[in-house]
């Protein structure tokens, strides 16, 4: 072989395949598989494997480990652990500065993995009495706030199921509550504004200056709200200090990023290319822009002062404008991120026909700790199937995710993939369970899910309220709720058993190891 030349070998070689019998043929097929495929990761330094495991998950890091023994040695290393996790989570301390960081990866690795495939470890069920004037709102580390009544609002554990109720002196009757942290916060239609710290009990309430109020976001003992139009009035105010601080501006903000940890704020505004932004927004018509630049207010004075502005897209001259209807498909204050629909459109010359759109949905995420953002663009395919659809945001640190509870599928943008979530599976077989007067999430025969009837924590819970109480799913395995139904970690349990039967079956078929993929593509 060596003294022939390249079209004698490749010849050589055609002629002696057909020759092989079929244990050769296997033989020299994994010979060729053992050539060509050589795992360069194991034979890097550990300084390398930690490069190249910033530009993944940690979840994803995480699920690797699987693959050998020497994979799993360098990505269970300190420093890959904690240089992956801080590139993902930039505002949150490393993980790797506790003592027991490896249990606390793991815990939190598998709570997003639970997350992005839609399989949460556990359900638990609350009876609860729903009246006409029943609404819920989303809850945060595992407490929900729920609206039994106009007047009172109730701060329930999904933990341990213990509550308490807040109302105003005067009982005046509540429109809109937000929840962080450490405080629950409500607007009343007397043109109030009370705050409660349910930890330490400290409360406080200001008047509102306008009966109309925008955005309204919430982190720890800050709120942030904006009211009127044509000036719009962003207030600022904390339980500390007990003061409002006002901001003056000429333009309708987009959203409101807050951070009392940081003491900042940043508004979001739409410019379109006249470079004047957009002093009215009407959720009813077309909003034409084409760049959304952040204004950052330091908080620590007396008075806002502007810090500086970012910029978090800008379309380029040639390119057509960006309109939407202002739909805020979703927020969460505690991760200073909010989701956009969008839409770009341009005009049509050669035909009378209507030029369909293409859709969009933005990620837009501020990073107080930073000072920097994230934006992500993915096109929606969603969109383009129906002129409504309701999403229900679940986790959004990147992983960029979307539970769409109408097709009972979860949808991963960052990974351009989807997939049915396991809740509505196995909720199907927990309908055949002889539990009488339950009805079990989606299974329920009359549900009721709309818009306010769905709840989502950051990265634990997921549940919905129907006629017979509250249902959540809990994406934590080491938490187990004073309401749990055993019944569905059983099940689960069993499909997962079912899942790692399936693949032990395809290693041994020689079958080579990969992440388990998902059932769709975006």
């Known amino acids: 072989m060596d003294g022939l030349s390249p079209p004698a070998r490749r010849q050589l070689l055609s002629a002696l395949v057909p020759a092989l019998s079929h244990a050769e043929c296997h033989l020299v097929a994994s010979l060729l598989h053992a050539r060509l495929h050589v795992d360069f990761l194991a034979r890097l330094p550990l300084e390398l ?214 003491a900042s704020l940043t508004v979001a505004d739409l410019i379109p290319y006249n470079g004047v932004p957009i002093d009215e927004i009407n959720p009813d018509g077309d909003i034409k822009f084409s760049q959304i630049v952040g204004s950052t207010y330091s908080l620590s004075g007396p008075t806002p002062s502007l810090h500086h502005t970012t910029t978090y897209f800008k379309l380029p001259p040639s390119q057509p404008p960006v309109f939407t209807q202002f739909r805020l498909l979703g927020n969460h204050s505690k991760r200073n991120t909010c989701v956009l629909a969008l839409a770009q459109t341009w005009d049509r010359l050669d035909s009378y026909q209507p030029q369909v759109p293409p859709f969009y949905i933005a990620f837009i995420a501020h990073h107080p700790a930073s000072n920097t953002q994230t934006t992500h663009f993915y096109h929606d395919p969603l969109a383009a199937e129906s002129d409504y659809i309701y999403y229900e945001l679940q986790h959004i640190f990147r992983p960029d995710t979307v539970y769409d509870t109408r097709r009972g599928r979860v949808y991963n943008y960052r990974d351009r993939n989807s997939r049915t979530y396991e809740m509505s599976e196995v909720e199907t077989e927990l309908a055949n369970y002889p539990i009488v007067g339950l009805y079990f999430g989606f299974s329920d025969p009359d549900p009721v899910i709309e818009d306010g009837d769905l709840f989502s924590d950051d990265d634990m819970f997921f549940g919905s309220l129907t006629k017979t109480g509250i249902n959540a799913w809990c994406f934590d395995e080491e938490v187990a709720p004073v309401n749990e139904v055993a019944e569905y970690r059983t099940l689960r349990a069993a499909r997962a058993m079912q899942r790692a039967k399936e693949r032990k079956s395809r290693a041994e078929g020689g079958e080579p190891w990969e992440v388990p993929c998902v059932d769709g593509a975006l």
């Not at 023994?69 to 949150?92: G, H, I």
């Not at 495939?117 to 009495?129: A, D, E, N, Q, V």
């Not at 450490?182 to 504004?193: D, I, P, Q, R």
């Open 49 to 262: 494997v930690a490069a190249v495991a910033v530009h993944l998950p940690p979840w994803d890091v995480f699920v690797c480990r699987r693959v050998s023994r020497r994979w799993n040695e360098l990505l269970s290393s300190p420093d890959v652990c904690r240089r992956c996790y801080s590139a993902y989570y930039e505002d949150s301390p490393p993980i790797s500065s506790s003592p027991d960081w490896p249990a606390l990866f793991r815990r939190d690795m598998k709570r997003q993995l639970a997350l992005f495939t839609g399989r949460p470890y556990s359900k638990l069920f609350i009876p609860y009495s729903r009246s006409l004037e029943f609404d819920v709102f989303p809850c945060c580390d595992g407490r929900l706030v729920l609206q039994p009544s106009s007047y009172s609002i109730q701060l329930l554990s999904l933990l341990d199921g213990s509550s308490t109720t807040f109302q105003t002196e005067n009982r005046e009757a509540f429109y809109d509550v937000r929840l962080s942290q450490t405080a629950v916060a409500a607007l009343t239609t007397n043109g109030y504004c009370h705050l409660w710290n349910f930890k330490s009990g400290e409360h406080g309430c200001f008047r509102l200056p306008s009966a109309y109020c925008g955005h309204f976001v919430i982190d720890q003992d800050f709120v942030a709200m904006s009211v009127g139009d044509n000036p719009t009035t962003i207030i600022i105010w904390d339980l500390a200090s007990k003061q409002a601080r006002e901001v003056q501006r000429a333009s309708h903000p987009v959203y409101l990023f807050l951070s009392a940890k940081h």
